[in-house]
């Protein structure tokens, strides 16, 4: 049984912490103690801006990214291509791919992805909404950005079947080797998709 070294307070910071992604116990302490050190300059900060972010920060109601504006910004976006959505599973995906400048697009985040073993079904993810989306005059093309995971790729097959009463184009992101890649070094699957996705050049 392990000692506790540090008051209730400590001891509450660290356990959040521990439970941020990407954080285990011991990057948590590490964290802790970082900000105790420091705390004028960074856990008073961090601290205001969280408060802040919780009081603020809102799902958008239309494609479900994280503003503090309501719709988002990005669906604000006048210049965004308004006939393409780009469906995602979560609000970092979407952020990578604008950090890429890979679409200038409208986006969709589902909030997950289709796992039965897990109790994720249809009903669970924002896919109502996708549905009146691409029912819309505007929208032409629905690109699935999905990952490329069993999951992923179950939950892309399920909406290409939803979507198909909208008539739009459903599309998916190629997949397969990457910028750079050597293929000796390329997973099986990853080699298989890179075959499968073949284009004419």
Avoid at 53 to 79: E, F, H, K, W
């Amino acid at each position: 049984m392990s000692k506790k070294v540090a008051g209730p307070e400590i001891e509450r910071l660290t356990q959040l912490l521990a439970r941020v992604p990407g954080l285990g116990p011991r990057s948590a302490r590490k964290a802790t103690l970082a900000l105790l050190k420091r705390r004028k300059e960074l856990l008073e900060p961090l601290s205001a801006a969280m408060a802040d972010a919780a009081a603020r920060v809102i799902d958008c109601p239309t494609c479900g990214n994280l503003d503090t504006v309501s719709p988002c910004t990005l669906c604000q976006d006048p210049r965004r291509d308004q006939s393409l959505i780009v469906v995602v599973e979560e609000v970092g995906d979407m952020w990578a791919l604008e950090r890429a400048g890979a679409a200038n697009a409208l986006y969709h985040v589902l909030g997950g992805h289709l796992s039965p073993l897990d109790g994720v079904g249809p009903d669970r993810l924002n896919i109502g909404k996708l549905i009146e989306r691409a029912d819309s005059a505007q929208v032409k093309e629905v690109l699935l950005a999905l990952n490329a995971t069993v999951e992923g790729q179950s939950t892309a097959h399920y909406l290409s079947e939803q979507l198909k009463s909208t008539g739009v184009v459903v599309s998916r992101i190629a997949q397969g080797v990457p910028m750079g890649g050597e293929l000796d070094y390329l997973d099986d699957g990853t080699l298989a998709a890179a075959i499968k996705s073949r284009r004419r050049v």
